[in-house]
């Protein structure tokens, strides 16, 4: 039996990347005892290490106990193709090394007496060169080694006679894992407009726009975790659904079951409960309240801060904007870290060095794809990135920078006044003319055009609060210090008529303990925009929600 179960864990093994007098150690994340024992010894890790080694005990129990299930696979890292290709050398270590490579075909060119096909498998920008001959065992499939096909080719890294790249795979078997029909897949070597592409999003993913934008969107979360793990913040997951407007712009979408789907085509008004004067009876939906899609974690990570003192969210929230415009989405994800004992100052500084440490991750970290987005997306995008990391951030006040815009003497299609808020054109003639493309922190805006919770200063007309703007996004960054004074607090509930009753667990928070607080709120998608020189936010999340389109 154990024999049995050692040949099925070795059939399973080929389907991960393997290589033979591999140059680099396995990365693996070992479960068992005894693989961990093995990596002690330093023997090399196999799938079935744990199924060989625990045989004896598995028999011992069998012949106690009965019949024993086979043991569980050691789990290892896959070796791809960003391992082989993404070093200094290019992949020059690897050669004289066999490996087996899983993927999609990018193209295939088909010549006399050798074809070439490159393999992309999702881990870097860089395809795998293979080369192929009509001595190739699985060459009879060669027809259907198409664009999107998914294949395996087993061969030798070799030195590549090509300039495009170092190093190719000189293949002895080719497998064709999913066939894909040359006639009907939308995406051909061709470039295609993004604005094609977002109807085929489910597909995009596989051109290497949308997978340099991928690799960077996950880098850039990445990051975001380790800058506040590393600063002693801690991660705290916000509710989706809830029944608080926290910007109160009244934009939120309902969550109810009032609307029932088993009748056809959903429930007809009659069927709604209503009440006497006509209204919906709320009473009889399922959270027996109004409940909504949330358009920020903010309050509740108040809650928190109020305890473990410094504090982040990072997830999805919605808004029911009918806006078409390439700045907004209606679902879209928000990093919003809250600190205790904090100030507008506190706000600031922590605001600057996260975005500083977040642009410097992905130019160290990503620099194939940044190399990628500066050549077709925006050149000169890494020396703008650079700016943000090396450069000291300006910060002027609202009413200075309203000055500035009114002594520039634009002709700006939104009027410029005190007490009007600034729009996408005056911050990006700010940050981009004004300075030069440095980023730029408006500080200490009219109370009258900011939230209810940001905190009064002492002038009586402004609010402790801030945006960080960024060329060609603008505003990418918004935050204040919050209103911890019960009293101030509730007389501005009252003169932006906000019911109080909806937010006495949140006065609650200044009526035992309050501190000063401070946080802010980050747009993911904006921030991958500005990293990656994307212009639509539309391409800068996998899966748009927008007015009119909820496709895939």
């Known amino acids: ?22 140059p680099l150690p396995a990365l693996s994340f070992q479960l068992p005892r005894t693989a961990l024992l093995a990596a002690a010894s330093g023997q090399r890790q196999r799938f ?53 490579v899983r993927g999609w075909v990018r193209t295939c060119r088909a010549q006399r007496t050798v074809t070439f096909v490159e393999v992309n498998d999702g881990s870097c920008l860089s395809n795998m060169q293979c080369v192929l001959t009509p001595d190739t065992e699985g060459y009879d499939q060669i027809d259907s080694v198409t664009t999107g096909a998914s294949v395996l080719v087993e061969g030798v890294v070799a030195s590549s006679q090509g300039g495009k790249q170092k190093v190719e795979l000189k293949v ?58 590393d600063n002693g913040f801690v991660w705290v997951s916000s509710p989706i659904i809830t029944a608080s407007d926290c910007e109160g712009a009244g934009e939120q979408f309902y969550v109810t079951t009032l609307l029932s789907n088993s009748a056809e085509g959903g429930s007809l008004l009659k069927d709604i409960p209503a009440t006497k004067d006509g209204r919906v009876d709320w009473s009889q939906d399922f959270f027996c309240k109004p409940a909504f899609l949330t358009v920020s974690g903010q309050l509740n990570g108040e809650t928190y801060a109020s305890a473990l003192s410094d504090i982040y969210t990072f997830g999805p929230t919605f808004r029911a ?21 904090a100030d507008l100052n506190d706000d600031m500084a922590c605001a600057t060095a996260y975005l500083q440490y977040v642009v410097k991750y992905i130019l160290d970290n990503c620099k194939e794809d940044m190399d990628f987005f500066n050549t077709w997306v925006e050149k000169g995008i890494i020396d703008r990135l650079n700016d943000v990391v090396e450069k000291n951030f300006v910060h002027l006040s609202y009413t200075d920078a309203v000055e500035l815009l009114l002594g520039s003497k634009k002709n700006f299609e939104f009027p410029v006044k005190w007490g009007l808020d600034l729009q996408s054109e005056h911050e990006r003639y700010i940050t981009e003319v004004a300075f030069g493309g440095r980023p730029v922190i408006i500080r200490d805006y009219p109370k009258e055009i ?27 960054i918004g935050g204040s210090q919050r209103e911890e004074r019960l009293d101030h607090l509730e007389a501005r509930l009252d003169e932006q008529n906000l019911s109080k009753e909806s937010y006495w667990w949140y006065l609650d928070l200044r009526r035992y303990g309050s501190v000063p607080h401070a946080g802010f709120g980050l747009g993911f998608e904006r921030l991958v925009q500005f990293a990656t020189g994307i212009d639509n936010i539309r391409d800068a999340i996998p899966f748009p929600r927008v007015p009119g389109s909820a496709e895939f």
């Open 1 to 22: 039996m154990a024999a049995a179960a050692a040949a099925r864990l070795l059939r399973l093994a080929p389907r991960r990347l393997q290589v033979k007098n591999s």
């Open 172 to 229: 002895s078997k080719i497998t064709v894992i999913g066939k894909s029909d040359p006639t009907s897949f939308p995406i051909q070597k061709k470039r295609a407009s993004r604005e094609f592409l977002r109807t085929v999003a489910h597909l995009r993913p596989r051109t290497n726009t949308f997978g340099a934008v991928t690799r960077v969107r996950n880098a850039l979360a990445y990051a975001t975790h380790k800058f506040f793990q």
């Open 48 to 100: 079935c290490t744990a199924a060989q080694a625990s045989a004896p005990a598995a028999a011992a129990a069998a012949a106690a106990t009965g019949p024993a299930g086979e043991a569980v696979g050691e789990f290892r890292k896959r070796l791809r193709v960003a391992d082989v290709k993404g070093g200094e050398d290019e992949g020059a270590a690897w050669v004289g090394k066999e490996l087996a």
């Open 450 to 476: 900011k939230a209810f919770y940001m905190r009064q200063n002492d002038d009586g007309k402004t609010v402790a609060a801030m945006d960080l703007l960024v060329p060609r996004v603008g505003e990418l």
């Open 321 to 341: 904007e009918n806006s078409n415009t390439a700045r907004h989405l209606a679902e879209f994800w928000m990093i919003e870290p809250e600190l205790a004992f």
